[in-house]
């Protein structure tokens, strides 16, 4: 299984980012894939997660209502799109799979697969 995270960048306070995550080597229907964020010297925290087969989605308090997760079936590819960013969501961003029918599924030692990260720097 490989997870492919990409589309991070520097962008100012207010603004909008596009990450995407391609996923091969296995079906993914019995996921959820989820993004993660880290930032220096801050443990890892849960962004939000998808059911890769219903579209069911879970987003942390701190991004609900700017933050919108998707995923395109046909594409393998997951999305995270950002809006109205913030200083304090610069952070490396990391794409997740976890074996589960649910959402909400925050504890990263959960999941199964993990992309490698992608930075996201917003300055103010």
């Known amino acids: 299984v490989q997870l492919q995270a990409s589309g991070g960048g520097l962008v100012q306070a207010g603004g909008s980012l596009r990450l995407s995550c391609a996923a091969s080597?296995?079906?993914?229907?019995?996921?959820?894939m989820g993004w993660f964020r880290q930032a220096p010297g801050k443990e890892r925290e849960f962004v939000a997660d998808?059911?890769?087969?219903?579209?069911?989605?879970y987003y942390a308090d701190s991004v609900k209502g700017r933050f919108t997760i998707s995923r395109d079936k046909a594409k393998n590819t997951l999305y995270l799109q950002m809006n109205s960013l913030k200083p304090e969501d610069t952070a490396v961003y990391s794409c997740?799979?976890?074996?589960?029918?649910?959402?909400?599924?925050?504890?990263?030692?959960?999941?199964?697969?993990w992309g490698q990260g992608t930075l996201v720097t917003v300055s103010s």
């Open positions: 080597g296995r079906t993914f229907s019995s996921y959820t």
């Open positions: 997740a799979a976890v074996y589960s029918w649910l959402v909400g599924v925050r504890a990263p030692e959960r999941y199964d697969y």
């Open positions: 998808i059911r890769w087969s219903g579209g069911n989605t």
